[in-house]
């Protein structure tokens, strides 16, 4: 009787438990653009078919609007049972930090472009969570949480916790703080 052979087991064998297989276009061996030129219905390989396959791993863009979309989605959740949205709570938790604080210092104090601010900041507006005043120059809007604000604020303050618990079991929160703080640090420095 032929003993079986101790060759290398097949990939599947090799996972761990709990871990997921590779998606199927990882799995796919690099080719040198001829697949993808045919797929394409090009008669030659362009001279930007390397990139295809680099770009869904290497392109930070990508990357961090996955893992932005992940754990927006996972904040919102969360958030669901005191009617605010991720976006909304980092606002008020800006404001709350600042207050009174006028729009152009929490647009640059968050990194908000002016109509996205604007926007998340009517919306808490008429949900009557923030006062929008005129401040010691009547051209500055002075911003400042409501009382309703106040306390929509602490409730969301649990739930916020345990998307935060939940955000720390998909990657090192560590590690995102270190990227936020690089970021910022990167934004006020000229180029």
């Known amino acids: 009787m032929a003993r079986p052979s101790r060759s290398a087991p097949p990939p599947q064998a090799a996972r761990t438990r709990g871990s997921r297989p590779a998606p199927a276009w990882a799995a796919r061996p690099r080719d040198d653009g001829m697949d993808l030129a045919r797929r394409l219905g090009l008669d030659a390989v362009p001279p ?81 969570l923030v006062s929008v005043r005129p401040g010691s120059d009547r051209r500055v809007k002075e911003l400042r949480l409501t009382a309703a604000g106040k306390a929509r604020f602490a409730a969301a303050l649990p739930y916020w916790d345990k998307a935060q618990r939940e955000a720390s079991r998909m990657m090192s929160l560590d590690v995102v703080n270190a990227l936020g703080r690089q970021v910022r640090r990167a934004m006020r420095e000229p180029a």
Not at 61 to 90: C, I, M, W
Not at 92 to 118: F, H, K, Y
């Open 48 to 128: 930007w078919a390397s990139y295809v396959h680099r770009g869904r791993r290497e392109c930070a863009f990508s990357q961090l609007k996955l893992v932005g979309r992940v754990v927006n989605t996972l904040y919102d959740k969360a958030l669901e049972p005191v009617g605010l949205r991720a976006n909304q709570l980092a606002l008020m938790w800006a404001i709350v930090a600042m207050e009174p604080v006028d729009l152009t210092s929490l647009g640059a104090a968050t990194l908000t472009d002016q109509t996205t601010l604007s926007r998340t900041v009517e919306n808490l507006r008429r949900s009557r």
